[in-house]
């Protein structure tokens, strides 16, 4: 169960952050288009410039370096605790054990990036014997669907589906080897918390994906001397680490 819920985590955290890279190509080309000295240019840059700073409407995201390695990492992750998912899978009864389409793609596409110091090593003539037009640098946009390697590659939505069949069977079988299943992850873990009366206002959650609401973006610099002090606390921090 915890790496269903970690396969859901990262299949959310993936998405946010493969349509925050999308977008901010857009914003890019946009930007571009936009420095043209024309009558249609200048409209659209005053239109735009009437906005808040931080209007999200405003073409202000950037696709940055960290970004572009976030998208590769998540998925890395996604791919990750979707095999070890499949290995869950592989435990249960026949009667109740489900599966995905392409699932051996994903198992190819893990095995690429867990090993990517071995180039043209046997994860990836794996992959190009099994699955020669599945890429395992690319990801893929079309009509609201992500794909994983490509075009030819897996939809997350395929992802995502298997899985919630997994999970269901998961809860199903755990009963009758005497594991115990929390059927709300959101319950609190420490016996009779969430029967007390006091306070009446909880937050039940997983830090999976922090939002900024957009009142709370920055409207300006931070004070004099923050980045310094917030140097000083991370050096401060690192030095504590006795293994590092």
């Not at 996604?78 to 435990?91: E, F, H, S, T, Y």
């Not at 090993?115 to 009509?143: C, I, K, M, Q």
């Not at 115990?180 to 997983?206: I, K, N, Q």
Request: with cysteine; charged share 25%; proline share 7%.
């Amino acid at each position: 169960m915890r790496w269903v819920e970690a396969a859901q985590m990262q299949a959310d955290r993936f998405e946010e952050t493969f349509y925050a890279w999308h977008r901010a190509l857009l914003d890019a080309k946009t930007r571009a288009n936009l420095q043209a000295d024309t009558e249609h240019a200048e409209l659209w840059r005053d239109s735009y410039g009437a906005r808040p700073p931080y209007d999200p409407e405003r073409p202000i995201h950037v696709p940055s370096h960290a970004l572009r390695m976030q998208v590769s990492s998540e998925a890395a992750f996604l791919l990750v605790a979707a095999r070890n998912v499949m290995r869950a899978q592989d435990r249960l009864p026949a009667d109740v054990r489900t599966s995905m389409g392409d699932q051996e793609a994903v198992k190819a596409l893990r095995d690429i990036f867990e090993h990517y110091d071995e180039v043209d090593g046997r994860s990836f003539r794996t992959l190009a014997a099994g699955f020669p037009n599945v890429n395992a640098e690319a990801f893929a946009y079309t009509n609201n669907e992500i794909w994983l390697g490509g075009l030819e590659g897996v939809p997350l939505s395929r992802v995502r589906a298997w899985l919630y069949r997994i999970r269901v069977a998961l809860v199903a079988a755990l009963p009758a080897a005497r594991v115990e299943v929390p059927h709300d992850l959101l319950a609190s873990t420490v016996e009779g918390d969430d029967e007390l009366a006091w306070p009446p206002e909880r937050v039940h959650y997983g830090c999976w994906i922090p939002h900024v609401d957009e009142p709370e973006w920055p409207r300006r610099g931070a004070p004099p001397g923050v980045a310094e002090l917030m140097a000083e606390r991370f050096r401060l921090l690192r030095a504590r680490d006795i293994v590092d």
